[in-house]
Structures are given as C-alpha cells and as structure tokens.
C-alpha cells in the first residue's frame, strides 16, 4: 500500500494524559499536514512540514500540541495534557508540492474522557 | 481570515438526477481549487481538481471554476445511492495552505 498511513486509528484516553500519533506520508511526498476535524465541520489545519521544516502551525493550535517530521519522512503529533475538547479525528495529508492535491490518511480518532 | 462557504445541505435528490454542489471563497488570489467526497466516518478523498476558469469534466463529475466570482461548482450526472457523501470544498492559494469548506451533506433517494 503505497498510500498514507496513520496509527493508531483509534484511542481513548483520559482528560490530562498525553497522547501520541503517527503519519507515515507517500513516499515521495515532500509535504506533510495535520489537520483536526469535528463532526459537521470541514477539516481544520493544524500544522505542515516541507520536507523535516515545520513551516506553519495555526494560531489556534495550543502549547499542548507539538508535532515532529525527524528526517523528513514520518511525523509525529502529540497531545500533552489531554482536555475532552481535544475529542475529533486527526487527520494526515501529503503532498508533493503546496499546490497539488494533498492525499489522506485514514485518520486517528480521539476520545478524550 | 480566509473563508470558504458551501451550504451544508442536506442536498436530496433522486436516484440518476443530477446534484449541484457550491462552494465561495473569499480570497481572490486562490489558484487551486479541489472536492473531495467524504464518506461518514472516513477521510476525505479527491474527486477532482481544477485551476482554470471554466468547466472540467471527469466521468460523471463536471467541475465549474468562476474566479470573477470567486465561486467553483460540481455537478454529477446520474446520481447513485453510493453518492451519498459529504463534498468538501477545498481552495489553495500559492505557498499557503488549503482552506475546507464545512462540506454539503448530499444524499441520493433510491
């Protein structure tokens, strides 16, 4: 399967635990996306990375979310101190370029109790 | 603040009609335009893109881009029960990020 994968897909967690995510992007894909979507709404971009750069995070996205592209390939988002508002799917894209289609992964659902 | 409209539906229309499905954006220098069709409980996936004014057409999806009035459309023709999905608009403006609509919810009646 050569397309983008994410783990978990699912985890429940309680409030104040962290929580960590992978995103494994095709291969070829130089950019990387984390987005946040609730039920109803569209996706939410969260943060990108060009390559091992992150170059963007959203201004609504707190001190408690870090993420990571170490040598440009997978990526890492993490959740300290996990609140129920945190509760939606995490998505991840790729792309090759800014302008192309990004690609998604399946999506890691969280709930926070 | 960039923004991106659609109505959020529900769309209903019959089974082999065909839907119409909007999308506005605020951002006049927007050069990429892209739906995805996203089934409940999964993640989005392309339909089509498209870059140029006018109409591109791609089985029975046809997608219609207006910069002059910063609107981009989809049409499908014999609509099916499979159809049955959320669109998500998405617009991109060059070394930026994509913007999502909230997405229409459309469903085809057998």
């Known amino acids: 399967d050569t397309g983008v994968s994410q783990n978990p897909r699912h985890k429940i967690t309680k409030r104040g635990q962290n929580v960590t995510f992978r995103c494994d992007p095709i291969?070829?894909?130089?950019?990387l996306y984390w987005y946040r979507q609730t039920l109803g709404q569209g996706p939410e971009f969260l943060t990108y990375f060009q390559n091992e750069a992150q170059l963007e995070k959203s201004r609504l996205l707190s001190d408690r979310f870090s993420a990571e592209r170490p040598k440009g390939s997978f990526s890492t988002l993490e959740i300290q101190r996990t609140e129920q508002g945190d509760s939606a799917m995490y998505l991840c894209a790729s792309s090759w370029t800014s302008e192309e289609t990004q690609y998604f992964g399946p999506g890691t659902r969280l709930l926070v109790l | 603040q960039k923004e991106v409209e659609q109505n959020s539906g529900p769309l209903s229309v019959p089974e082999g009609a065909i839907a119409s499905l909007n999308c506005t954006y605020s951002?006049?220098?927007?050069?990429?335009f892209f739906w995805y069709r996203q089934y409940s409980g999964k993640s989005p996936e392309l339909i089509m893109s498209?870059?140029?004014?006018g109409d591109k057409e791609d089985g029975r999806f046809t997608a219609q881009l207006n910069k002059a009035s910063q609107y981009v459309s989809l049409l499908i023709r014999d609509s099916q029960p499979s159809d049955s999905a959320t669109y998500l608009c998405a617009v991109n403006t060059y070394g930026q990020n994509f913007v999502f609509g909230p997405g229409t919810r459309l469903s085809v009646l057998p």
């Open positions: 498209i870059y140029s004014n």
């Open positions: 951002d006049r220098v927007s050069q990429s």
């Open positions: 291969s070829e894909h130089n950019r």
